[in-house]
Nanobody, 124 residues
Framework: QVQLVESGGGLVQAGGSLRLSCSAS????????MGWFRQAPGKERAFVAA????????YYRDSVKGRFTISRDNAKNTVDLQMNSLKPEDTAVYYC?????????????????WGQGTQVTVSS
């Protein structure tokens, strides 16, 4: 079972940027598609972005397209989420997730390993 640890969350003003990073313990990180999800208070955990095993294919929820960028480094076993032009509605706990397989997905059920989450708070 792959272990995931997120870092990089914090408090930022609207319009600012944060970069989240997820470190994976997988023996062969490239065997996994990776995703980022977020959960705001009182809401269900929602898809944010995903990336396939090689990094050649990426997917985003509509509300973050053009602002967020997901990337991965298979040599370092990391996946990052660069978040620009942050808005108060981006405030949530952000989770890194791993799915064994090459293709990325947007469904929570597709992923079988999760990190503990990192808080992102965007003030207005």
């Amino acid at each position: 079972q792959v272990q995931l640890v997120e870092s990089g969350g914090g408090l930022v003003q609207a319009g600012g940027s944060l970069r989240l990073s997820c470190s994976a313990s997988a023996r062969t990180f490239s065997n996994y598609a990776m995703g980022w999800f977020r959960q705001a208070p009182g809401k269900e955990r929602a898809f944010v972005a995903a990336i396939n095993w090689s990094g050649a294919s990426t997917y985003y929820r509509d509300s973050v397209k053009g602002r967020f960028t997901i990337s991965r480094d298979n040599a370092k076993n990391t996946v990052d989420l660069q978040m620009n032009s942050l808005k108060p509605e981006d405030t949530a706990v952000y989770y890194c997730a791993a799915a064994r397989g090459s293709t990325a997905g947007s469904s929570r059920s597709y992923y079988d390993a999760w990190g503990q989450g990192t808080q992102v708070t965007v003030s207005s």
